[in-house]
Structure formats: structure tokens, C-alpha cells
């Protein structure tokens, strides 16, 4: 079972790639450490949902784009 953390942090990484964005354009846009926006891609910690606004926000798309689908979890 995936977990909710570790599909955030692949829909984020592909978001941000995305939209051609480093780790680093990204945290210096949305004023956090690129070493947060790291440990969030690879699921070493759980955001805030006023982070997951803020980063959204800063990639341009809605915060639910981010969040898994209870399917996508069960696989």
C-alpha cells in the first residue's frame, strides 16, 4: 500500500518539473528551505496544509492536484 505522503511528494516533484522548476526555484518562491521541499518529495515528512497551499500556489496549480485519490493508494 502506498502511502499518502509518498504520492504528495511524486505529484509534487512531477508538478514542479512540470513547470521547470528546481527544488531550489521553488523553496526560494514559496520562502522555505530547498531541503524541506527534498524531504517532502521523498516522504520524510508530513506538511502542513497551510504548506501545501502555499506550495501549490507557487506551482500554479490547486492543492487537491497534489493529493492522491484513495485508488491510487490501494495499489
Known sequence: MKTLAT??????RKMRKLRGLSQDEL???????RSYIGRIERAEVNL????????AEELDCEPHEL???RASLRV
Open 67 to 69: 493529493l492522491p485519490t
Open 27 to 33: 523553496a526560494l518562491r514559496a520562502e522555505i528551505d
Open 48 to 55: 502542513t496544509l497551510d504548506m501545501l497551499y502555499k506550495i
Open 7 to 12: 504520492e504528495l511528494g511524486h505529484a509534487m
